[in-house]
C-alpha cells in the first residue's frame, strides 16, 4: 500500500521509504493479492453505494453559492470538526505511520507529535480570524484590503498548486491500493482503476458540493477512528491491556532501538536538519493548507469555528494514539523484516496487522476505510480548488465581481469536471514513479506561499500588496526549485528519476529554506513598497477578524 502517499507517507524521508509510492506496486511486488478479492470490492462497493447516497441526500438544497462552497454554513462546531478530522486524516496518516512505527519505533512516532502539534497553530493564529475576515475561500482573507486581481490569482495559483499535487498523490494512491487488493498488476488495469475512482469523485462533488463533501467526510472519520479503535483494542487485549508489554514484545523482535531516537533520523548532520525541514512543513504547512482552511466557512459563527477546531485536534490526537499501538503492535506481531517485504513494503504494517488479528474480513473492512479516506480527500481537494477558480478567478477577477451567483456555481461545477479529467491523467502518469515529492510539495507550497501571507494580512497592518505577491509566487517558486534539485528526484535511490543525478539541494523538504524565504520576501516587499494600503480597510479587517461583525449574526458567546 505504498502507493498510497498522501500525507505522512509522502512525507517520510526517502530513505526511509525503500517501498516508494507507485514502485510497489510492480509486476513482481503487485503479483500477490492481499486478501480476498471478491470480499474486498464488496465491501468498497457498500461504500460508494452509501456514500451516493448520503451526497444525493445532502444536495437537495444546494440553490447557492453559499450553499455549494460553504454547505449553506449549517454545520455545528462538532460536525464540522469531525469533517475536518476526515479532511486530515489521510489513508496514509493511518497507514504510512503505522509503518513508520513499525520500522522506526520512536522516531515514527514523531510524525504523529508533528501533526497533532500543527493543529495548534492553526487553532491560536488563523482558524477563529479566517472564519470571520472571509466567505469562501483562502483569497477572500487575503485580498481584503489588498489589491484584488493581483492577489486573488496569487492566491488562486498557490491554492490550485497545492490541490493539485495532493490529488495525484491521492489518485495513484487509490489506484495503487485497489489495484493490489484486487490483483490488478498491469498498467491498462491500474488506470481504468483511477478513472473509476476519479469519475465517483466527480460525481461526489458535482452532485453534493461542500455539504454532500463534508456528509462523506464525517463518514469516513467514523469509519477510520472506529475501524483504528478496535484494532487497537484487540493489539492491546493480546498483551494484557498494558503498553509496557506490547512495547517489550516489540523491542525483543525489532531491537531496543524501536525505543529510543535515532532510527531514521540523528545519524548524519544533513539527516537532522531535513528532520527540521520536514517537522517546520507539517506544523505550519497545516494552518495554510487551503482544503483545511475553506472548513471555517461552513459553519455559521466564529463560536462553532473555534469549536471545530478543538473537537478536530480531540479526534485527531486520540487517532495518533492508536497510530501508537498499531505500529508497535505490527513490529511485534508482524516484525520490521517481514512488513518490508510486503506488497507495499513499509506502508502495508497495517492491513497485514489487521490479517493477523481478523483474517480476510477484518483486511477486507480496514482497506474499505482506506479506500474511503481516498475518496473523501480527494473530493475535498476538488471542491476547494473549483471554489478557487470560480470564485476567485471567475467571479472576482474576471466578472470583476459581478457574476452572477448561478453562472459562478456552473463554472464550478465545470471546474470540478476539468480537474477530475487532469487529476485522473495525473495520476495514470505518475504510476510507476516516486510521488513522494507530490505531498511534500504540497505542504512546502502550504507553509512557504500562504501562511506567510495569512499571518501577515490578519496581524501586520502596513502588510502591501507588492509583500502578499512576493511572499506567495516567492514561496511557491522555491519549493518548486528546491525539490527539482533535491534527492527525492534525483541522485538517490528513490528517487522519482532513477539512474541520474542533478541534484543541487541535499534536503528531501524545502521547508528549512523555503518558509523563511516566504516570510522574508513578504516583510521585503512590503518595506519596499511606496504604496501604503487604505488604512480604513486595515481597520476593519480587524475590528471583522476579532469580532466577525459584517461576517454574521450577533451570537452569544
Known amino acids: 500500500m505504498s502507493a498510497l502517499t498522501t500525507i505522512a507517507g509522502a512525507n517520510f524521508a526517502a530513505d526511509s521509504l525503500s517501498a516508494v509510492p507507485g514502485a510497489a506496486i510492480s509486476a513482481t511486488a503487485a503479483s500477490t493479492t492481499v486478501g480476498n478479492p471478491l470480499l474486498n470490492i464488496s465491501i468498497f462497493a457498500g461504500f460508494v453505494a452509501v456514500t451516493l447516497v448520503i451526497v444525493v441526500r445532502a444536495s437537495r438544497n444546494n440553490s447557492t453559492a453559499a450553499d455549494y462552497y460553504a454547505a449553506g454554513r449549517s454545520f455545528t462546531g462538532p460536525q464540522n470538526g469531525t469533517a475536518i478530522a476526515g479532511d486530515y486524516l489521510s489513508a496514509a496518516s493511518f497507514l504510512g505511520i503505522c509503518g513508520a512505527i513499525a520500522i522506526n519505533g520512536y522516531d515514527g512516532f514523531l510524525y ?89 469523485m ?39 491491556f498494558n503498553l509496557s508489554t506490547l512495547l ?174 487532469l487529476s485522473i491523467a495525473g495520476g495514470i502518469g505518475v504510476q510507476g514513479q516516486n510521488i513522494a515529492f507530490l505531498v511534500a510539495l504540497a505542504f512546502a507550497v502550504a507553509a512557504s506561499a500562504n501562511l506567510p501571507t495569512i499571518l501577515y494580512s490578519l496581524y501586520w497592518k502596513r502588510f502591501s500588496t507588492r509583500g502578499a505577491l512576493w511572499s506567495m509566487y516567492g514561496g511557491l517558486g522555491s519549493s518548486i526549485i528546491l525539490i527539482a534539485f533535491s534527492p527525492v528526484v534525483s541522485g538517490s535511490p528513490t528517487a522519482m528519476i532513477p539512474g541520474v543525478d542533478f541534484h543541487l539541494f541535499p534536503l528531501n523538504n524545502p521547508g528549512l529554506v523555503s518558509i523563511p524565504l516566504g516570510f522574508l ?30 461576517a454574521e449574526k450577533a451570537a452569544d458567546h
Open 112 to 200: 504523529s507529535i508533528g501533526f497533532l502539534v500543527a493543529w495548534l497553530v492553526a487553532l491560536l493564529l488563523v482558524a477563529e480570524l479566517t472564519r470571520n475576515t472571509g466567505k469562501f475561500t483562502m483569497a477572500d482573507v487575503l485580498s481584503f484590503r489588498l489589491k484584488q486581481r493581483p492577489v486573488r490569482l496569487a492566491a488562486a495559483t498557490t491554492t490550485l498548486a497545492v490541490c493539485f499535487f495532493y490529488l495525484l498523490a491521492q489518485m495513484a494512491g487509490a489506484g495503487g491500493l485497489v489495484s493490489l487488493l484486487l490483483g490488478i498488476n498491469d498498467r491498462l488495469g491500474q488506470s481504468l482503476v483511477i478513472s473509476v475512482v476519479g469519475a465517483i
Open 202 to 240: 466527480i460525481v461526489y462533488v458535482l452532485v453534493g458540493g461542500m455539504k454532500g463533501t463534508t456528509w462523506v467526510q464525517i463518514v469516513k472519520a467514523g469509519l477510520l477512528i472506529a475501524g483504528a479503535l478496535i484494532m487497537t483494542v484487540w493489539v492491546l487485549a493480546l498483551h494484557g
Open 248 to 421: 517489550g514484545a516489540a523491542a525483543a523482535r525489532g531491537g531496543e532501538g524501536v525505543l529510543s531516537p535515532g532510527m531514521q533520523y540523528g545519524l548524519t548532520g544533513i539527516s537532522r536538519l531535513d528532520f527540521v525541514s520536514l517537522a517546520l512543513a507539517l506544523v505550519l504547512g497545516t494552518a495554510g493548507l487551503p482544503h483545511v482552511l475553506m472548513r471555517f466557512y461552513t459553519v455559521p459563527t466564529a463560536k462553532e469555528a473555534r469549536r471545530s477546531v478543538v473537537w478536530a485536534i480531540w479526534l485527531i490526537g486520540v487517532f495518533y494514539l492508536f497510530t501508537l499501538v498499531l505500529g508497535y503492535g505490527a513490529g511485534a506481531l508482524i516484525g520490521a523484516e517481514r512488513i518490508k517485504a510486503a506488497p507495499g513494503g513499509v506502508n502495508s504494517a497495517a492491513p497485514l496487522l489487521a490479517f493477523e488479528l481478523g483474517g480476510p474480513v477484518l483486511l477486507g473492512l480496514i482497506s474499505a476505510v482506506a479506500f474511503a479516506t481516498i475518496l473523501a480527500v480527494v473530493a475535498g481537494l476538488t471542491i476547494t480548488a473549483a471554489a478557487s477558480f470560480s470564485h476567485d478567478v471567475y467571479a472576482s477577477v474576471l466578472k470583476k465581481g459581478k457574476a452572477d451567483p448561478a453562472a459562478e456555481v456552473r463554472v464550478a461545477r465545470i471546474t470540478v469536471v476539468v480537474i477530475g479529467v
Open 521 to 550: 520576501l513578504g516583510w521585503l516587499g512590503t518595506v519596499s513598497s511606496q504604496t501604503l494600503e487604505n488604512p480604513a480597510i486595515a481597520a476593519e479587517m480587524e475590528v471583522r477578524s476579532l469580532t466577525g461583525y459584517g
